[in-house]
């Protein structure tokens, strides 16, 4: 059949539509086509250039700026320092054993560095750099760079690295950081990617490990451009990482030197607190160590003297250290005996030199005995009998709550590496730990501060300001975190009757102010300075019946290791308690002697905000205490310039 004109011109009016259509996509498809094409051979020419010329493009991480550290004026205790370091990427060195026998040509390498890098090499991905020296001086450093083309795989690069300007002072406070080790890495379920960077440091132990998170930052990120001989070519791109926060603590850096240096070549430690606030001003064990040691690499020579020494300088014994706290744990059995009300304020107990308990017999130190004494008086004079007398009369139980309730066997919530929360045993403890039942003999030994009863120096100082306060004193190390003062809440009551803390505090005065008071030496004369304390002598040998019908031999004629712990707590000034100071000198005698004079230096130092003045000491004092003080070897240190300087 034949179309009509009609259909044949509909038809191709479809046909010429439909063939528009097509030309129009495909010219679009060549516009495209031609775009494309002149985007990749004119836009991108370069990169396809370094492409073809096998370069490529990598994504390094960039440490960030690890957060500063504070003392509470502001003054830098913990910083950071340029360092110049070298790398290599074992992906791009091709053989890293050539590259490192070139680099050994250019700067002094220890066979120590080089066997870690193969180490680092066998182990790690090749794809990550491994650090191969650093701390370069600036001639090493450019050396390396100027041949940077005959070393394939290796970068030069400027980092921070940590260093602690007063060095020992505030070793065990802050601790130290370190390069990432496996054993970090296997701690953590997901490691931050920071950690994989070649030698980033850590925290390892007190603030700069427990507050790690806040200190680290986060890391930025750069584009390098590397050819195929693996040099860097240039830097494509840089986004900067998030520096870490800054971190104020409490103490008061001039103190805490002259603490440091006061406690001298001793095994010792001391804690000074503010009793309104709870800030820790000062807190020193000694001797100390340099923590730039461990930044930098310590030597084995260097770690075994410290490992080696009979007085731990590596331990901190402010903290870690529990000490059996001798007559400085009377005031808690006397408060717990008031409180229970098996003694009166004005009740005597007679001291014939010992106290009979079945067919033993639990001696006083003064061996002809101090006759009828009184709560004060058995303070002053520190008489054992009168306190195995009332501990049995009060009981382990009601001791043990007293002790916990002024801060003996707390383990205290600082920011620093192994607290110890010391012991304040009762009937239970014995029974879980010896399976064995309470003793009268042992809650005798106990009411002295003996037998199973520990306290650190930390929890020494706490208990000397919750007596001085009457109240609930928390200690506090940080003081702002990012420029953020962290709160501080006013200590609750204690709950103990005023007219108990009082009386115990008058026995705490006679011991340094009254002439028969054991710490009568080590008073202070001003009386706007005027300080109460009690002494402390804990013993870590048993003295045998037969010793003591010869004579019970003295410290002096003793090892050192068996000699007496000397323990020393006081606060000042005593109309109006603002400071609380403990002293524990390992092994050195009697608290009398050694730690009340060392403690008496500190808190008028802490009281003075400086230097005292000499009138403050006894007068025929006076002289020896002027060239003590000239030996003291304190650090002059810098006033703050405020940089990154917390606001708090």
């Given at each position: 059949?034949?179309?009509?004109?009609?259909d044949?011109?509909?038809?191709?009016?479809?046909?010429?539509?439909?063939g528009?259509m097509?030309?129009?996509?495909q010219?679009?498809a060549v516009?495209?086509?031609?775009y494309?094409?002149?985007h990749l051979?004119?836009?991108?020419?370069?990169?396809?250039?370094?492409?073809?010329?096998?370069?490529?493009?990598?994504?390094?991480?960039?440490?960030?700026?690890?957060?500063?550290?504070?003392?509470?004026?502001?003054?830098?205790?913990?910083?950071?320092?340029?360092?110049?370091?070298?790398?290599?990427?074992?992906?791009?060195?091709?053989?890293?054993e050539?590259?490192?026998?070139r680099?050994?040509?250019?700067i002094?390498?220890s066979?120590e560095?080089l066997d870690?890098?193969?180490?680092?090499?066998?182990?790690?991905?090749?794809?990550l750099p491994?650090?191969?020296?650093?701390?370069?001086?600036?001639?090493?450093?450019s050396?390396?760079?100027?041949?940077?083309?005959?070393?394939p795989?290796?970068?030069?690069?400027v980092?921070l690295?940590r260093?602690?300007?007063?060095?020992p002072?505030?070793?065990h406070?802050?601790?130290?950081?370190?390069p990432?080790s496996?054993?970090d890495?296997?701690?953590l379920?997901?490691p931050?990617?920071l950690?994989?960077?070649?030698?980033?440091q850590i925290?390892?132990?007190?603030?700069?490990?427990?507050?790690?998170d806040?200190?680290?930052?986060?890391?930025?990120?750069r584009?390098?451009e590397?050819?195929s001989?693996?040099?860097?070519m240039?830097e494509?791109?840089?986004?900067?990482?998030d520096a870490?926060?800054?971190?104020?603590?409490?103490?008061?850096?001039?103190l805490?030197?002259?603490?440091q240096?006061?406690?001298?070549?001793?095994?010792?430690?001391?804690?000074v607190?503010?009793t309104?606030?709870?800030?820790?001003?000062?807190?020193s064990?000694?001797?100390?160590?340099?923590?730039n040691?461990?930044?930098?690499?310590?030597?084995?020579?260097?770690?075994r003297e410290?490992t080696?020494?009979?007085?731990?300088p590596?331990?901190?014994?402010?903290?870690?250290?529990?000490?059996p706290?001798?007559?400085?744990?009377?005031?808690?059995?006397?408060?717990?005996?008031?409180?229970?009300?098996?003694?009166?304020?004005?009740?005597?107990?007679?001291?014939?030199?010992?106290l009979?308990?079945g067919?033993?017999?639990?001696?006083?130190?003064k061996?002809a005995?101090?006759g009828?004494?009184?709560?004060?008086?058995?303070?002053?004079?520190?008489?054992?009998?009168?306190?195995y007398?009332i501990?049995?009369?009060?009981?382990i139980?009601?001791?043990?709550?007293?002790?916990?309730?002024?801060g003996v066997g707390?383990?205290?919530?600082?920011?620093m590496?192994?607290?110890?929360?010391?012991?304040a045993p009762?009937?239970?403890w014995?029974?879980?730990t010896?399976?064995?039942?309470?003793?009268?003999g042992d809650t005798l030994?106990?009411?002295?501060?003996?037998?199973?009863?520990?306290?650190s120096p930390l929890?020494?100082?706490v208990?000397?300001?919750?007596?001085?306060?009457?109240?609930?004193?928390?200690?506090?190390?940080?003081?702002?975190?990012?420029?953020e003062?962290?709160p501080?809440?006013?200590?609750?009551?204690?709950g103990?009757?005023?007219?108990?803390l009082?009386?115990v505090?008058?026995?705490?005065?006679?011991?340094?102010?009254?002439?028969r008071?054991?710490?009568?030496?080590?008073?202070?004369v001003?009386?706007?300075?005027r300080?109460?304390?009690?002494?402390?002598?804990?013993?870590?040998?048993?003295i045998?019946?037969?010793?003591?019908?010869?004579?019970?031999i003295?410290?002096?004629?003793?090892?050192w290791?068996?000699?007496d712990?000397?323990?020393?707590?006081?606060f000042?000034p005593?109309?109006a308690?603002?400071?609380?100071?403990s002293?524990v000198?390992?092994?050195g005698?009697?608290?009398?002697?050694?730690a009340?004079?060392?403690a008496?230096d500190i808190?008028?130092?802490a009281?003075a905000?400086?230097?005292?003045?000499?009138t403050?000491y006894?007068?025929?004092?006076?002289?020896r205490i002027e060239s003590e003080?000239?030996?003291?070897?304190?650090?002059?240190?810098p006033?703050?310039?405020g940089?990154?300087q917390s606001?708090?």
């Amino acid at each position: 059949m034949r179309r009509s004109p009609k259909d044949n011109l509909e038809s191709h009016r479809k046909i010429s539509r439909r063939g528009l259509m097509l030309g129009g996509i495909q010219a679009a498809a060549v516009l495209t086509l031609t775009y494309r094409m002149r985007h990749l051979q004119v836009d991108q020419a370069d990169q396809f250039k370094l492409l073809a010329e096998e370069n490529s493009i990598k994504i390094r991480l960039l440490p960030p700026a690890r957060g500063l550290i504070f003392d509470r004026s502001g003054a830098v205790i913990a910083g950071n320092e340029q360092n110049y370091r070298i790398t290599i990427t074992p992906e791009d060195a091709g053989d890293p054993e050539m590259v490192l026998e070139r680099l050994q040509a250019l700067i002094p390498l220890s066979p120590e560095d080089l066997d870690r890098t193969r180490r680092e090499i066998a182990r790690r991905s090749p794809t990550l750099p491994i650090s191969i020296a650093d701390r370069l001086s600036w001639e090493q450093f450019s050396l390396v760079a100027v041949n940077a083309p005959a070393l394939p795989g290796v970068t030069t690069e400027v980092g921070l690295s940590r260093v602690y300007p007063q060095g020992p002072d505030f070793a065990h406070v802050l601790g130290y950081v370190g390069p990432v080790s496996d054993y970090d890495l296997s701690k953590l379920e997901d490691p931050d990617p920071l950690l994989q960077i070649p030698r980033f440091q850590i925290g390892k132990l007190g603030v700069e490990a427990k507050l790690e998170d806040a200190l680290r930052g986060k890391a930025g990120t750069r584009r390098i451009e590397v050819n195929s001989s693996g040099r860097v070519m240039r830097e494509l791109g840089r986004k900067e990482g998030d520096a870490g926060a800054n971190v104020q603590l409490t103490i008061d850096r001039r103190l805490q030197n002259y603490v440091q240096a006061r406690l001298g070549v001793d095994s010792a430690a001391a804690v000074v607190i503010d009793t309104l606030t709870g800030d820790i001003l000062a807190i020193s064990s000694a001797p100390s160590f340099d923590p730039n040691l461990f930044v930098r690499g310590i030597s084995s020579a260097d770690y075994r003297e410290l490992t080696e020494n009979d007085h731990r300088p590596l331990a901190d014994k402010s903290v870690q250290g529990a000490y059996p706290p001798g007559s400085t744990f009377k005031v808690v059995t006397a408060l717990a005996a008031l409180e229970a009300g098996v003694v009166g304020l004005d009740e005597t107990v007679w001291c014939p030199g010992f106290l009979k308990l079945g067919d033993r017999r639990f001696h006083c130190w003064k061996r002809a005995g101090h006759g009828h004494v009184h709560l004060t008086q058995s303070l002053e004079q520190s008489c054992d009998v009168y306190y195995y007398d009332i501990a049995q009369r009060v009981g382990i139980d009601k001791i043990a709550a007293m002790a916990r309730r002024l801060g003996v066997g707390e383990e205290f919530d600082l920011p620093m590496s192994a607290i110890s929360g010391g012991l304040a045993p009762d009937k239970d403890w014995k029974k879980r730990t010896y399976g064995k039942d309470w003793l009268i003999g042992d809650t005798l030994n106990a009411g002295i501060g003996q037998g199973f009863v520990l306290a650190s120096p930390l929890q020494l100082a706490v208990m000397s300001a919750r007596v001085a306060s009457g109240r609930n004193v928390m200690p506090r190390l940080i003081r702002a975190i990012g420029g953020e003062e962290t709160p501080v809440a006013e200590p609750a009551e204690l709950g103990i009757n005023p007219a108990h803390l009082a009386a115990v505090r008058r026995g705490m005065f006679d011991v340094t102010n009254a002439r028969r008071g054991t710490a009568y030496s080590a008073r202070v004369v001003d009386d706007t300075m005027r300080i109460a304390g009690k002494t402390g002598t804990s013993q870590v040998r048993n003295i045998t019946a037969a010793e003591r019908a010869r004579g019970v031999i003295s410290n002096d004629d003793l090892p050192w290791n068996r000699r007496d712990h000397a323990l020393f707590v006081c606060f000042g000034p005593t109309d109006a308690p603002r400071i609380a100071v403990s002293v524990v000198v390992e092994h050195g005698g009697g608290g009398s002697a050694v730690a009340a004079p060392i403690a008496r230096d500190i808190i008028l130092q802490a009281m003075a905000g400086g230097t005292p003045p000499l009138t403050a000491y006894p007068e025929s004092q006076r002289n020896r205490i002027e060239s003590e003080r000239n030996e003291l070897q304190l650090m002059e240190l810098p006033p703050p310039d405020g940089k990154g300087q917390s606001r708090a």
